[in-house]
C-alpha cells in the first residue's frame, strides 16, 4: 500500500512561482521512478517531469523544459515539482504518481492539486 499526497496548487498570475509537493507514505528511493502528471479540461493526461532513482536522472516534457525541476528530499519522503514562469497553458490538474519497477507502469497515484494560471 502507497499512499501519495500532493500539495502546493493555487491561482497564480503568468510568469509566477509555484512549488508543488507529494509526501509519499514510505521511502522515494524505493520506487523505480516517481513522477508528475497533468491532465488539462477537454486534454489527455500526459507526462509533465520524472526522476529515475537507480541512476538519478530527470526527464521532461518539451513544453515544461528549462522552466520546471523535479526534485526529492528522501528524508522527508517527498518530491517536489518547482514550476517557474507558469504560462496559462499550464492550467491543469497535477498528479504525483510512482512507478514501482521499470517493468511496470505508474501504479500508485495521488488525488491531484489544482493549478490555475491567468494572465
Known amino acids: 500500500q502507497v499512499q501519495l499526497v500532493e500539495s502546493g496548487g493555487g491561482l497564480v498570475q503568468a510568469g509566477d512561482s509555484l512549488r508543488l509537493s507529494c509526501t509519499c507514505s514510505?521511502?522515494?528511493?524505493?520506487?523505480?521512478?516517481m513522477g508528475w502528471f497533468r491532465q488539462a479540461p477537454g486534454k489527455e493526461r500526459d507526462v509533465v517531469a520524472t526522476i529515475t532513482w537507480s541512476d538519478d536522472t530527470a526527464y521532461y516534457a518539451d513544453s515544461v523544459k528549462g522552466r520546471f525541476t523535479i526534485s526529492a528530499d528522501n528524508a522527508k519522503n517527498t518530491v517536489y515539482l518547482q514550476m517557474n514562469s507558469l504560462k496559462p497553458e499550464d492550467t491543469a490538474l497535477y498528479y504525483c504518481?510512482?512507478?514501482?519497477?521499470?517493468?511496470?507502469?505508474?501504479?500508485?497515484w495521488g488525488q491531484g492539486t489544482q493549478v490555475t494560471v491567468s494572465s
Open positions: 504518481a510512482s512507478r514501482s519497477t521499470r517493468w511496470s507502469r505508474y501504479d500508485y
Open positions: 514510505r521511502q522515494t528511493f524505493s520506487h523505480y521512478a
